[in-house]
């Protein structure tokens, strides 16, 4: 038997999810929303999976993941995210985590996306390897195809401060209140730097922030 711990502040979605894997005979789940419960229930439970949801009040699953590891390096944490995993790719790719599947997935998909973590495999779909090749063929050169206005590009205290914030997952709402900040100004900086980075969301900012060394990478 698979225990399985489902961590994901959306209550349909956990006990949706839960239906579907629970088909299999030889996986039990359990659901949690709160993700700062999730340290104590796994120190009592016998769980040998996480299937972590990406941005939850508070903490990010990719931080919650980290914690985990560093107390329970056997535990296999998988994120679960309805976000476009193409725009999250490289951070996934990045992270201290085994695996990662869309809520989109079927249900032969999402098992077989916990089959393979716990085999330490990762499943990525076509597209997503495709990307991943052309970005590691391009790694060494990246610099190189920058333009001189990408080169002279900085990002000053405040912005930097805001991004970090923002690559946690966190709201306008809580990162103004992180950096004792009013909402408006963390929306107005926010937008400044969409404009110099010429991005349209928080997660291109963080991306292309990250590509160019103006903040570190998760």
């Given at each position: 038997?698979t225990?399985?711990?489902?961590?994901?502040?959306?209550p349909?979605?956990?006990?949706g999810?839960?239906a579907?894997?629970?088909?299999?005979?030889?996986?039990?789940?359990d659901?949690?929303?709160?993700?700062?419960?999730?340290?104590?229930?796994?120190?009592?439970?016998?769980?040998?999976?996480?299937?972590?949801?990406l941005?939850?009040?508070?903490?990010?699953g990719?931080?919650?993941?980290?914690?985990?590891k560093?107390?329970?390096?056997e535990?296999?944490?998988?994120?679960?995210?309805?976000?476009?995993?193409?725009?999250?790719?490289?951070?996934l790719?990045?992270?201290?985590?085994d695996g990662?599947?869309?809520?989109t997935?079927?249900?032969?998909?999402?098992?077989?996306?916990?089959?393979?973590?716990?085999?330490?495999?990762v499943?990525v779909?076509?597209?997503?390897?495709?990307?991943?090749r052309?970005?590691?063929?391009?790694?060494?050169?990246?610099?190189?195809?920058?333009?001189?206005?990408e080169?002279?590009l900085?990002?000053?205290?405040?912005e930097?401060?805001?991004?970090?914030?923002?690559?946690?997952?966190?709201?306008?709402?809580?990162i103004?209140?992180?950096?004792?900040m009013?909402?408006?100004?963390?929306?107005?900086?926010?937008?400044?730097?969409?404009?110099?980075?010429d991005?349209?969301?928080r997660?291109?900012?963080l991306?292309?922030?990250?590509?160019?060394?103006?903040?570190?990478?998760v």
């Open positions: 038997m225990n399985i711990l489902i961590i994901d502040d959306h349909a979605v956990g006990t999810t839960k579907m894997i629970e088909q299999n005979s030889e996986m039990k789940v659901v949690v929303e709160k993700a700062t419960e999730v340290e104590a229930m796994v120190s009592q439970g016998n769980y040998e999976v996480l299937l972590i949801d941005y939850m009040p508070g903490v990010n990719l931080e919650l993941s980290k914690r985990i560093k107390e329970w390096p535990i296999t944490t998988l994120i679960y995210t309805g976000f476009d995993l193409s725009t999250h790719f490289n951070m790719v990045e992270a201290e985590i990662f599947v869309s809520k997935a079927s249900q032969e998909q999402l098992l077989t996306a916990i089959r393979c973590a716990m085999r330490d495999e499943v779909p076509l597209h997503l390897f495709k990307q991943l052309r970005t590691e063929a391009s790694a060494t050169s990246i610099r190189m195809n920058w333009t001189k206005e080169e002279a900085s990002l000053n205290e405040k930097q401060a805001i991004l970090k914030e923002v690559s946690k997952g966190l709201t306008n709402k809580t103004a209140t992180n950096l004792h009013s909402q408006r100004s963390v929306e107005y900086t926010l937008t400044g730097i969409f404009n110099k980075l991005v349209r969301s997660t291109e900012a991306y292309k922030a990250q590509e160019l060394g103006l903040i570190s990478k």
